[in-house]
């Protein structure tokens, strides 16, 4: 089977930097993702690993390391605006489905 | 812009109603997705399709079925509704040409069932 493990929330202050963790078991590789979700609204895409190293996308940043089937989220100069749900996901050898972890409630604290 | 529009946005019904849920989308998009979300849980799969002729169940699909109408249109039914499906539906797309792992989501049908 599948399955991915994040923390389920990190409180961090405004300002600050936050590393969120993501673990993966899967039958077949294809890339680790990242989404973000505000209060129940849609997810958006943050973006996306498919070889080891750090992808840097303004203040945030994603790392993977596909011999340790780990990967994570870095979340740099944090905003208020930042405090969100943030999901690791993990593309089924299918060709097109994501496996979504459970994801982890970032709290920003003034 | 190109899209992904879901309706209802919420809808509270009763056990044992039959219930659809419609997507649409604008972004000409092959595939498309439909995803339960429950508190803790994370987002689940339902169903996916890649193409109009071609439909597959996934993780949490019973209890529902799908209709591909078009391209565009990708509707979810719960034929006999009870309590336990309550949750926040998402409707996806995605497409090979900007990458499979960026999927793009509805804004949620919020679906109480009593």
């Known amino acids: 089977g599948q399955s991915l493990e994040q923390p389920s929330e990190v409180t961090a202050v405004e300002g600050a930097i936050v590393q969120i963790n993501c673990t993966y078991q899967?039958?077949?590789?294809?890339?680790l993702s990242w989404y973000q979700q505000h209060d129940g609204g849609a997810p958006t895409f943050l973006s996306y690993?498919?070889?080891?190293g750090l992808e840097e996308t303004g203040r945030f940043s994603s790392f993977l390391s596909r011999s340790d089937s780990y990967g994570y989220l870095l979340l740099q100069e944090l905003q208020m605006k930042d405090s969100a749900s943030y999901f690791c996901?993990?593309?089924?050898?299918?060709?097109?489905?994501?496996?979504f972890g459970q994801g982890t409630e970032l709290s920003v604290k003034p | 812009d190109a899209d992904v529009t879901q309706t209802p946005r919420n809808r509270i019904t009763k056990t044992g109603k039959r219930i659809m849920l419609e997507c649409s989308q604008t972004?000409?998009?092959?595939?498309m997705y439909w995803y339960r979300q429950d508190p803790g849980l994370g987002l689940r799969l339902i169903y996916y399709?890649?193409?109009?002729?071609?439909?597959n169940k996934g993780e949490i699909s019973d209890g529902y079925s799908v209709s591909r109408q078009a391209q565009a249109k990708f509707s979810l039914s719960l034929e006999s509704a009870i309590p336990n499906q309550t949750a926040l539906y998402f409707c996806?797309?995605?497409?090979?040409?900007?990458?499979?792992?960026?999927?793009?989501f509805g804004p949620g049908t919020r679906l109480t069932v009593l």
């Open positions: 399709s890649f193409d109009v002729k071609d439909i």
């Open positions: 899967t039958s077949g590789f294809y890339g």
């Open positions: 972004k000409g998009h092959d595939r």
């Open positions: 996806a797309t995605s497409d090979p040409g900007t990458g499979l792992n960026e999927q793009f």
């Open positions: 690993n498919a070889l080891d």
């Open positions: 996901a993990v593309r089924d050898r299918g060709g097109g489905k994501l496996i």
